[in-house]
């Protein structure tokens, strides 16, 4: 079984500034995907970013960007230069040895001007 | 690219009753995924479809759900007998297995049981 854990429930960042979301996994399998999904208020869950777990190499969207461990089972967002349009509920997920995406709860991040 | 679009937005019934709600895919995608998300939480894996053929079910899917797409493009969901706990937000995804999609997203149907 796959599970995905988000410790912060909550963050806040400042107009411009930098934040990280924190995301652990587990899973058995040898092949696997991680994403961030980003969920406005009321508004539909869009794709912020994928990583391939056979890559090494963090991938990056503009001023989307994630620190992948392996080892550590880590997978977090970094928002660089962060927007007011960047408040929503963000949700780590992973997929993997099944078509299904297995989500956390959530960290809901507000961007203060 | 039109989206994922899912009908009706918002459903409002009383228990017991029966509810069904419809999503139209992207075009061209042949997998279709519906997942539940109640408030605070994620959303949690229902079921999903490769082109017409319903290939994995939860088992949060329960007797009283069932799910199709008889022609391989829009899907419904149906809730027979609807209970309190079934309050919650569907929503409908899709993608296309052949180039490696990610996941996309329609708006959801929230349903509320009174």
């Known amino acids: 079984a796959q599970t995905v854990t988000q410790s912060q429930p909550e963050m806040s960042v400042q107009e411009a500034e930098t934040v990280t979301l924190s995301c652990t996994y587990d899973?058995?399998?040898?092949?696997?995907?991680l994403f961030w999904y980003k969920q406005p208020p009321s508004r539909q869950m869009i794709l912020v970013i994928r990583?391939?777990?056979?890559?090494?190499q963090n991938a990056t969207e503009n001023r989307f960007s994630v620190n992948f461990q392996k080892a550590a089972k880590s997978f977090s967002l970094k928002i660089s230069d962060s927007q007011l349009g960047d408040a929503a509920m963000y949700f780590c997920?992973?997929?993997?040895?099944?078509?299904?995406?297995?989500f956390g709860k959530g960290t809901k991040l507000t961007v203060n001007p | 690219d039109t989206g994922v679009s899912q009908d009706p937005r918002h459903k409002i019934t009383k228990r017991g009753q029966n509810v069904t709600f419809r999503c139209d895919p992207i075009?061209?995608?042949?997998?279709l995924y519906w997942y539940r998300q109640t408030l605070g939480q994620g959303p949690e894996f229902l079921t999903y479809?490769?082109?017409?053929?319903?290939?994995?079910k939860s088992r949060l899917l329960s007797d009283r759900f069932s799910a199709e797409r008889p022609k391989g493009s829009f899907s419904t969901l149906e809730i027979q007998r609807t209970e309190q706990g079934d309050s919650a937000m569907y929503l409908c995804?899709?993608?296309?297995?052949?180039?490696?999609?990610?996941?996309?997203f329609g708006d959801g149907t929230r349903l509320s049981i009174l």
């Open positions: 995804a899709s993608s296309d297995w052949d180039s490696n999609q990610p996941q996309h």
């Open positions: 899973t058995s399998e040898s092949d696997y995907y």
């Open positions: 990583q391939e777990a056979y890559k090494q």
């Open positions: 997920a992973t997929q993997g040895g099944s078509e299904k995406l297995v």
């Open positions: 075009s061209e995608h042949n997998r």
């Open positions: 479809f490769q082109n017409e053929a319903q290939l994995e």
